[in-house]
């Protein structure tokens, strides 16, 4: 008999396996300029869309929201296809020998001897109850996606913030390179001063000397200050995912506009509310508390549904058994229990309640942490105003001594010391003022990820 076509076509259509989504693999930034000029914004928007770290974070998120389907998946009907051949070895034939006195020996056969064996089977199991194993483990698996979810909000928070902080990096030693190149220029024109003044008999050689020795001390710091820009543009190229000699010209400039958040009670309530940590964990330990669940399904007895269809040859429900396909079926309730495992389930409960207390435990320790932190961060934002007014003073004293000086030793009124020093006052105010604005810029962007925000709003 030839097995029936709709029974073939079943089991190819399962034999065959679904096509599952590629991964559209590591972000890769498409070749561009080898200089680009971009804001502090434009950095962020590049970062977040080629960052390898990021990318190996969303993939995580990928994961944990797999694990939720195959949760799920465990819970609805499973049907499995089992097909098998086999060649048996050859035995003699099953007869029954009737052996009456009067009459001749009689011999019946009942059954031949079967040599090949073929046959299929459809099972279809639904679980019905299993202490509710499968609906905790469902559950522990869609909160630990939603906490794989807020671990990814955090690791862009993070990136944010690295990224905010390279690029002022940047910023600031690109300024003190430009300081630098700018005291440079000076130290050469006030050389050129005192090399004249000592050609007409005005001054002596130690002040050429001085100068001179000024000057190369001032290069030296600026060739120091030019590898630093250097790499601080690497270290920006590679927080942002782009090429290591990309040559980037910064665009936005320090900006004191932002209003400091001074009640610390409202700024700890929001970063409470609104950081993606505090989420993360606290799904952590409702997904926990379902693994505890399940552990405890031990206790309870499993019961499933199972239905199998059989198309075998031969088969040998079907008497007397003959070489031709026969089809049947079955439909059991199928009930089990463990009396005693060696208090295995014990153990993983032990286990399961030991997770979720340190879950617990991480929440509280989270929780100082992040008070900790965000205090810290409005101290060193309201430490950085001060910084910046009290620099923009020093800034402008010593420009105003640096003029009045300057002229009195033009006027031959002062000494070649007095101006040097000037000069150094003036270019070490100048250092102190760009440090006190980027020190501004990155105790904004601490705060801005401490509170829970990426960018700074």
Known sequence: MKTPRYVCCLALWLLIPSASPRASGIPLPPPGDVHRALTMDECVEIGLQYSKSLYGSLMGVRDAEAKVGEATARRLPL????????????????????????????????????????????????PLFTGFALESLSRAA???????????????????????????????????????????????????????????????????????VQLANTRVNQLEAANGARLAMMSLNSVLGLALDTEIEPLSRPEVT????????????????????????????????????????????QLYLVGN?????????????????????????ALSFDLWNNRSTTFQVRQALARLEQAKAGQAQLRDGIILEVRKSQYDLQQALLKIELAG?????????????????????????????????????????????????????????????????
């Open 142 to 212: 869609r909160f630990s996606a939603r906490a794989a979810r807020q671990t990814f909000v955090r690791d862009r928070n993070e990136l944010v913030y690295g990224i905010q902080n390279a690029y002022w990096m940047l910023v600031r030693a690109n300024e003190l390179k430009n300081l630098l190149d700018e005291s440079v220029q000076t130290i050469l024109a006030h050389h050129e001063d005192v090399q004249r003044l000592f050609e007409q008999g005005l001054a002596k050689n130690n002040d050429v000397l001085k100068v001179q």
């Open 393 to 457: 003073e020093a800034v402008r004293q010593a420009e105003e001594n640096y003029r009045i000086t300057h002229e009195r030793f033009q006027a031959g009124l002062t000494t070649n010391s007095e101006l040097l020093d000037a000069e150094v006052f003036l270019l070490q105010s100048k250092v102190s003022r760009t440090e006190a604005l980027i020190e501004f810029e990155l105790a904004r962007a601490r705060l801005t990820k401490s509170l829970g925000a990426g960018k700074a709003e």
């Open 309 to 333: 269809y059989t198309y075998a040859n031969p088969n040998t429900r079907v008497q007397p058994v003959q070489t031709k396909f026969r089809d049947t079926w079955d439909v059991s309730l």
């Open 79 to 126: 049907l499995k296809l089992q097909a098998a051949y086999t060649r048996l070895s050859p035995l003699p034939p099953f007869e029954i020998v009737v052996d009456i006195p009067t009459l001749p020996q009689m011999k019946f056969v009942v059954s031949d001897s079967i040599l090949n064996s073929t046959s299929m089977q459809l099972t279809l199991q639904q």
């Open 258 to 301: 932002v209003e400091v958040q001074t009640q610390a009670d409202a700024a700890v309530e929001r970063a409470m509310r609104e950081r993606p940590e505090m989420k993360a964990i606290a799904d952590q330990i409702e997904a926990a508390r379902a693994g505890l669940r399940a552990a405890r399904s031990g206790y309870y007895p």
